[in-house]
């Protein structure tokens, strides 16, 4: 029978905790200060002494101790959807609502299967698309250049991503050929784009590619920098689909031969879902960068929802407020990246007890 | 025929010509396509254009700059200015990256929330939003007028940060950073290296020292020497007018990339560590304190020697990507590689040169971070039997 313990007391733990020797008192101590003095700093500036409503906006800034939160209440149509015309916006709002639980609802494991998340997210940017630009159904046609704010954000994701992950499949699946003249070329055009910027990428993209494309293809500067995006995120996510093939033994690959598979079936039923798992954690860590990143294409001269941000307090009511208009708009990359990040570690736990 | 269409040697040969041949012919298509675009609107193409004077100034430079420079040497600013704030911000974000991973293994859980509380805020918010967000902070700060005064020596302003500095030439600055360098290897050399194990301590400390002593020597001949005739040696900012002269001036836009990548960085380097730490076998640290040896010193020999070979190779590809990363310096208007690339174009024009003259200039500082981090991981690695787990 094995030997059971007694549980330790609150008490006991507390101290085990924070006050096991003098050293680890001493840094109870100071960083609990630490703790105290910047939250109760933080509580007093963004809550208590705060001024919420565009009403009161006199009591805010000039001289005043607490946060202005006024600003967002004033500007957050602004931050939320840009330079989309203001009676439009209800749209923008839908279609930035439609993408979102698309993307929820494909996180979700009864939609596990190619064809259903297919329908799945072409139905989720066919509703985008019509609903953005418009010209159909008596909505009006509003031009790419005036998307903006969240919406753009969202849109600018899930394009890379649905671009990349496919092409990433195929580089992996090209990079790791038998054909050494194959193998190799795509080794050198993933390492070679692995280790340019992507600000260089997505600024080549919209400056270079109009040159060098024939004059019959579309040149909207916003596709080409998505397009650019893609192939950068897909250059890194096919070397992390490699990783995972790779920890993979060879003894299924060669169980499949002998059962007669052919390639094709060898690869979507036992090497991709089998790679997909293993190389989880850090495909997740490359989609949360790549949500983060988006936030590039300000530089290039997109209106998402960090350059609409500078807007909103970039006039002479607002310009003191930027740390309120710069926390809110943290915010809300916070959440996303945030519940990104945590989905990840439940599939973890989920795909741990699966192979158990 | 058809049956040679069956060989799989045949096949596979085919399918290697048509791939590779399919990449030469798309840049073929995309080369012949923009030589017509670019004579359609009468662009001359080649790299003639670097011998010519730029006719514009950049706000921050290492080397002497002027508008009659050329475009060769305003790349070649941009280049060093790019390597001078990864340098900074790489080894910030390595020191607060390591405080952070040590304060998340130390045990103490108050120590563990705020290193987890930093992490999970700076992690999971854009570099881009937090580079805007000190910028803005750092541009609010009082004119300089009101500047606020730290013991009449230094000064933070909305013009940058104000400090005092020596009068002597960058050269000779950058040169006793190099012989420091030199110094330090040599020292860490002669103190871990092999061959010097049966050296007497006494010998070994006499020779450290003399090292210790060269160095501070060799740094006050060259201060000396790149002196700025006519001037006192300390340079102390003070007020004149609108605005402050002498001193070291930190600009917002530099202080802001550098705060921003090494805050953002840290939190990078920060798990890498703690992962690292918590590589470490727990045996290793109990079988330490069996010998006597005490929490510092199983900490300074015993696990932070090993967490370091097992982070290495993680780290080395975060450094990679963080001196990428320095490209953001532009949102803020940093004169950085990628900062001098566009402004070129949109002077000179000659957009497709001046982006193959920037994918090569990155393709060629990362690789060779790469080689030389990848050389030193070869170098200090466990080898042979100490690799057992």
């Known amino acids: 029978m094995a030997k059971t313990y007694a549980k330790p007391g609150i008490l006991e733990q507390l101290r085990a905790d924070y006050f096991s020797n003098k050293l680890d008192a001493a840094m109870t101590l100071v960083f609990g200060t630490l703790v105290i003095w910047v939250v109760w700093n933080l509580l007093g500036w963004g809550i208590i002494h705060a001024v919420w409503t565009q009403e009161n906006r006199e009591m805010c800034g000039h001289g005043g101790d607490g946060a202005c939160w006024a600003v967002i209440d004033a500007r957050w149509r602004l931050i939320l959807f840009g330079l989309y015309p203001f009676e439009e916006q209800w749209r923008s709002a839908i279609a930035c609502i439609a993408i979102i639980t698309v993307g929820i609802l494909s996180c979700v494991p009864a939609f596990w299967h190619g064809k259903k998340l297919a329908a799945l997210w072409i139905t989720g940017f066919a509703i985008y698309y019509v609903l953005m630009r418009g010209g159909v159904f008596g909505l009006s046609e509003v031009s790419v250049q005036d998307w903006g704010g969240l919406s753009l954000t969202i849109f600018v994701f899930a394009a890379v991503t649905l671009l990349g992950m496919p092409t990433a499949i195929i580089f992996a699946l090209l990079r790791r050929s038998d054909l050494p003249w194959i193998s190799r070329t795509m080794g050198l055009i993933i390492d070679s784009i692995r280790s340019l910027p992507l600000l260089s990428i997505m600024f080549t993209f919209a400056v270079v590619l109009p040159f060098v494309l024939p004059s019959w293809l579309p040149t909207e500067k916003l596709y080409l920098v998505v397009i650019g995006y893609a192939l950068f995120f897909a250059c890194y996510q096919a070397e992390i689909i490699r990783g995972g093939m790779q920890a993979l033994s060879a003894g299924q690959e060669e169980a499949a031969k002998a059962l007669g598979m052919s390639y094709w079936q060898r690869i979507s039923y036992i090497v991709l879902p089998q790679a997909f798992r293993n190389a989880l954690p850090p495909t997740i860590n490359q989609l949360v960068i790549t949500f983060k990143e988006t936030s590039l294409v300000v530089i290039i001269g997109f209106f998402e929802v960090l350059a609409s941000g500078n807007a909103a307090y970039g006039n002479s009511d607002w310009n003191f407020a930027h740390i309120e208009v710069y926390s809110f708009v943290g915010l809300i990359y916070f959440i996303f990246v945030f519940s990104l990040s945590r989905y990840g570690a439940y599939l973890e736990r989920r795909l741990a007890v699966a192979t158990r | ?389």
């Open chain 2, 1 to 389: 025929m058809p049956s040679l269409l069956k060989t799989k040697s045949f096949r596979d040969n085919a399918a290697q010509v048509g791939f590779v041949g399919g990449l030469i012919l798309l840049v073929l298509l995309f080369t012949l396509t923009a030589r017509t675009n670019l004579e359609a609107q009468g662009l001359t193409s080649g790299f003639g254009f670097l011998e010519r004077s730029t006719g514009w100034r950049v706000s921050f430079s290492l080397i002497e700059f002027d508008t009659s420079d050329t475009y060769m040497k305003v790349i070649w600013v941009g280049i060093l200015n790019s390597l001078f704030l990864g340098a900074i911000s790489l080894s910030l974000a390595t020191i607060l990256g390591t405080a952070i991973g040590v304060m998340r293994v130390s045990g103490n859980k108050m120590a563990e929330l705020i290193g987890t509380t930093y992490v999970e805020i700076f992690r999971n918010l854009p570099l881009l939003l937090q580079v805007f967000f000190w910028y803005a902070i750092l541009t609010s700060l009082p004119q300089p007028r009101e500047a606020v005064n730290i013991a009449e020596v230094a000064f933070l302003s909305s013009r940058g940060i104000y400090m005092p500095g020596l009068n002597v030439t960058g050269l000779s600055v950058f040169f006793c950073a190099i012989t420091l360098i030199c110094c330090f290897s040599l020292w860490l050399w002669i103190k871990t290296a092999r061959q010097f194990r049966a050296m007497a301590p006494e010998r070994k400390i006499l020779i450290s020292r003399l090292i210790w002593l060269g160095w501070l020597a060799a740094a006050v001949i060259l201060l000396a020497y790149g002196r700025v005739p006519e001037t006192p040696l300390a340079s102390i900012p003070y007020l004149r007018g609108l605005n402050f002269r002498d001193g070291i001036r930190i600009s917002p836009e530099l202080l802001a990339c550098i705060i921003a990548i090494s805050v953002y960085g840290g939190a990078y380097i920060g798990e890498i560590v703690r992962a690292g730490f918590n590589a470490v076998p727990k045996g290793q640290g109990e079988a330490g304190h069996a010998l006597g040896l005490s929490n510092w010193q199983t900490f300074t020999r015993i696990r932070l020697p090993l967490a370091i070979r097992a982070v290495l190779p993680t780290l080395i590809n975060q450094y990679v990507w963080l001196f990428k990363s320095t490209t953001i310096g532009i949102a803020v208007g940093f004169v950085d590689f990628f900062f001098v690339i566009s402004t070129s174009i949109s002077q000179a024009g000659q957009t497709l040169e001046l982006i193959a003259i920037l994918m090569g200039g990155f393709l060629v500082i990362n690789y060779t971070l790469a080689w030389v981090l990848n050389r030193v991981n070869d170098a200090i690695k466990l080898k042979g039997t100490q690799l057992r787990t």
